[in-house]
């Protein structure tokens, strides 16, 4: 269902009926073509390739994949006679390839289609060919990126075969692994290349482990491919249509050019990112994952001290980020950032947390679940639960850019429990990772007062007042979602201590 809504776009409501328990088809938006030879089934201005992202699976359903796309390319005007032309032109032909009407609704989706990967099976470089040990962990990998809504990720059954570049495939990418055997260790390389740029290998982990179990090596292994591999995609992404003008402002194009700038939390681009934003969801009003980006965008503007309104923003953050679940409810870290503006913003954790374990079931592999996850247990308290769970989104994604919020993230339990010197580390890691994320200077600063450490408090301080000026510490206990007084009183001591004052 959301496949299909996704691909009418608005033409959905004129051939569509949708119920609570039913789906049907207005039958004056169809054509029925019954019995007869086959004819072409003309396409109007149709110029996408029919199932594009399913070559190279098998060879007989190769040749009937181009069989189908011949029957859907339009034929030459002099062979069209009026009446096709009148017959073709209005109305789509149910069963088959869209028709006129839905043609400039999929030019423009064309340039912000998700991005296609590919997963090769598993090459094993020894003689002795010890694939059978992980004969299923290209499926495995595949089923796991799968999750990631964004990215058309399938196996392919031939590892000798590359699949070639066609011209519309600009943002193809092939996930390559490799295999050897050493005694009771095994290796497996994972290769991320890029297509469009000749082949360029953007990624690779190298994974060196005991040999035991298999199903649970393949799992382990693709868990933190498919967290990996989908933050190299989306920064990868974003930037490179941050560097191009694009001829058609489709929403997913303007959603992954803000994402770069969202990560960096640089003023003057995260305003551009909001602005891009809010054109992608004008753009589309049913895309999901552009309400569910612009709710984060909102989330960091009232966290960062940069709303004007913060009541407004938060309100606007949860409107945005429960729409974009009404319009996918599968999509993960859509339920996730729900949950985060619960929690964070509305300050109603035990909410975020029924959300977080929504989410996560939708995908373990989503790192930022696991963060979010952590936060929310540590609003209510339950520290242990939150550094275990921010841990296994550190242990997924350790190069992920949101590194400095999952170090932001996890100093505050340590902080909590009183282990000031680990959360004095953390924070020290989170500053040099994102000096511009106002966030980690607060609990970095409380742990500096609590230590006694007046200079470099001094200087955190300075810090954090050049970013968020006006702030105090009855706006940080106001501010803070934190549900136990305990915890409040040790967070305002560390403050004051550090030198920010009352208010």
């Known amino acids: 269902m959301h496949e299909l809504l996704r691909a009418l776009g608005p033409l959905a409501g004129g051939l569509l009926r949708t119920h609570r328990y039913h789906l049907g088809l207005l039958p004056d938006g169809l054509l029925l073509e019954l019995g007869g030879s086959p004819k072409p089934l003309f396409a109007g201005e149709f110029r996408q390739v029919l199932l594009d992202d399913l070559d190279g699976l098998d060879p007989a359903f190769d040749a009937w994949l181009e069989e189908q796309r011949q029957r859907v390319v339009r034929p030459p005007a002099d062979r069209c006679s009026g009446e096709q032309r009148s017959r073709a032109e209005p109305r789509p032909v149910a069963g088959?390839?869209?028709?006129?009407?839905?043609?400039?609704?999929?030019?423009?989706?064309a340039v912000g289609k998700a991005v296609t990967l590919r997963v090769l099976a598993l090459r094993s470089l020894d003689d002795d060919g010890p694939t059978c040990l992980l004969p299923g962990l290209a499926d495995e990998v595949a089923a796991a990126v799968s999750r990631f809504r964004w990215i058309s990720c399938i196996a392919a059954?031939?590892?000798?075969?590359?699949?070639?570049?066609?011209p519309q495939a600009d943002r193809d990418y092939l996930l390559d692994?490799?295999?050897?055997?050493?005694?009771?260790?095994?290796?497996?390389m994972m290769r991320l290349l890029d297509l469009s740029a000749g082949g360029d290998v953007i990624w690779a982990r190298r994974f060196d482990r005991q040999i035991g179990d298999a199903l649970l090596l393949q799992s382990d292994i693709a868990a933190e491919t498919?967290?990996?591999?989908?933050a190299e995609l989306l920064l990868r992404e974003g930037e490179r249509r941050a560097a191009c003008v694009l001829d058609l402002a489709a929403a997913h194009d303007l959603t992954l050019r803000a994402i770069p700038a969202i990560y960096r939390l640089e003023a003057v681009g995260f305003r551009a990112a909001g602005d891009l934003l809010a054109a992608a969801v004008a753009a589309e009003p049913g895309n999901a994952a552009a309400h569910a980006w612009w709710a984060y965008w909102h989330l960091f503007l009232v966290g960062q001290g940069w709303a004007a309104d913060p009541a407004d923003a938060a309100r606007r953050a949860g409107d945005l980020a429960e729409r974009a679940v009404t319009l996918d409810p599968g999509d993960a870290r859509a339920v996730a950032l729900v949950g985060h503006v619960r929690g964070f913003l509305h300050k109603r954790a035990e909410e975020a947390c029924t959300l977080h374990e929504r989410a996560l079931s939708l995908n373990p592999n989503l790192p930022l679940a696991w963060c979010f996850s952590g936060l929310a247990h540590c609003y209510l308290g339950r520290h242990a639960i939150?550094?275990?769970?921010?841990?296994?989104?550190?242990?997924?994604?350790?190069?992920?850019?949101?590194?400095?919020?999952?170090?932001?993230?996890?100093?505050?339990?340590?902080?909590?429990?009183?282990?000031?010197?680990?959360?004095?580390?953390?924070?020290?890691?989170?500053?040099?990772?994102?000096?511009?994320?106002?966030?980690t200077y607060k609990g970095y600063l409380a742990t500096l007062g609590?230590?006694?450490?007046?200079?470099?408090?001094?200087?955190?301080?300075?810090?954090?007042l050049a970013l968020e000026p006006g702030f105090c510490v009855r706006s940080a206990?106001?501010?803070?979602?934190?549900?136990?007084?305990?915890?409040?009183?040790?967070?305002?001591?560390?403050?004051?201590?550090?030198?920010?004052p009352d208010g």
């Open 96 to 109: 088959s390839a869209l028709t006129a009407p839905l043609a400039p609704v999929m030019a423009q989706r």
């Open 157 to 166: 059954p031939d590892s000798r075969r590359i699949p070639p570049v066609r």
């Open 177 to 188: 692994s490799t295999v050897q055997r050493s005694g009771p260790r095994v290796r497996v």
């Open 226 to 230: 498919a967290a990996q591999v989908d």
């Open 386 to 439: 939150a550094i275990e769970h921010i841990g296994r989104a550190q242990f997924l994604a350790p190069y992920d850019p949101h590194a400095f919020f999952f170090d932001m993230a996890l100093m505050m339990p340590h902080f909590l429990l009183g282990d000031f010197d680990q959360a004095l580390v953390l924070g020290r890691r989170a500053v040099e990772l994102n000096p511009g994320f106002t966030s």
């Open 450 to 464: 609590q230590l006694g450490r007046d200079q470099e408090a001094a200087r955190v301080l300075t810090r954090l």
């Open 477 to 500: 206990i106001l501010r803070s979602p934190m549900t136990r007084q305990p915890d409040l009183d040790s967070y305002a001591e560390g403050l004051r201590r550090a030198g920010l």
